[in-house]
């Protein structure tokens, strides 16, 4: 049998046991750990490419352990705020946060793949670094943007149209917006083989129409300009080499399955 963490993969001819983990992060370093581990352990993963690029950077050793396949979808980044806090400061996007000493963001938990890509925005432009920050869940953050007193925005990075989002849509539309998250110097980000992280791209208009800013031009639901980054199967090179026959499994059920996960974390 094989780990796989936090996969919706299913593969007919490979006996699978997913383990259910708290993001991109940890299952990185679940797939460091050797097989039988007390601590846990993987075969196979989804991550953020920003992750695995971040992981790879403070973990020399993983460069020749783990090992990219294709990526199976593209996660867009969602920048949430406060309605009355971004008219109030005049936030559109996220790089109008950087000059504003007195708002607080939340980034995700420390670990998950919301809070890695705060770290490459950070990386990218020192001054976001200086923006006040808690690390949380998002539904917790969620809460506490609403109410818009302590936390007024939050990251968060995944497919389009989640559950969470449909939650944000139906509940908190009157509190909360989706503002841009389209900051350019994120195209400078870089993997260990100096191939693009993010891609600038579009929440189209109407896709979350009732937490899209409104406008005369756009029929009451414009677009909202962010970045994307890859959510990347990986695996592990010494499951690959002791299980030839689970590896030929796995890139079956990639390619039977990609269409179908496309279309739903990224709908054209």
């Not at 949430?80 to 946060?97: D, H, Q």
């Amino acid at each position: 049998s094989s780990d796989v963490c936090s996969s919706d993969l299913i593969a007919p001819n490979l006996r699978v046991q997913v383990v259910y983990t708290q993001g991109s992060r940890q299952n990185l370093q679940l797939m460091l750990n050797a097989r039988g581990s007390k601590d846990g352990w993987c075969d196979v993963s989804l991550a953020q490419n920003d992750a695995i690029r971040n992981y790879f950077s403070e973990h020399g050793e993983a460069k020749g352990q783990i090992v990219r396949m294709q990526s199976l979808y593209s996660e867009k980044v969602h920048f949430l705020f406060n309605r009355e806090a971004a008219k109030k400061y005049g936030i559109e996007r996220v790089p109008n946060i950087r000059d504003k000493k007195d708002l607080t963001i939340s980034v995700g938990t420390a670990g998950s793949g919301d809070n890695e890509t705060w770290k490459s925005i950070i990386a990218a432009d020192k001054a976001y670094d200086k923006v006040a920050k808690v690390f949380e869940r998002k539904e917790e953050a969620l809460e506490r943007i609403a109410a818009g007193d302590d936390v007024q925005g939050m990251v968060f990075t995944s497919g389009l149209n989640t559950p969470f989002v449909q939650k944000v849509m139906k509940s908190y539309s009157k509190e909360v917006v989706l503002l841009g998250f389209d900051d350019g110097d994120l195209k400078a980000a870089v993997d260990e083989k100096g191939k693009p992280i993010y891609k600038l791209a579009e929440i189209p208009a109407g896709m979350y129409r009732p937490i899209q800013p409104s406008g005369f031009t756009c029929m009451g639901s414009c677009s909202v300009n962010t970045v994307e980054v890859e959510a990347v199967l990986i695996y592990s090179k010494g499951w690959k080499d002791t299980d030839p026959d689970g590896y030929s499994a796995l890139v079956e059920a990639k390619n039977d399955l990609k269409a179908t996960i496309q279309k739903i974390n990224d709908p054209k």
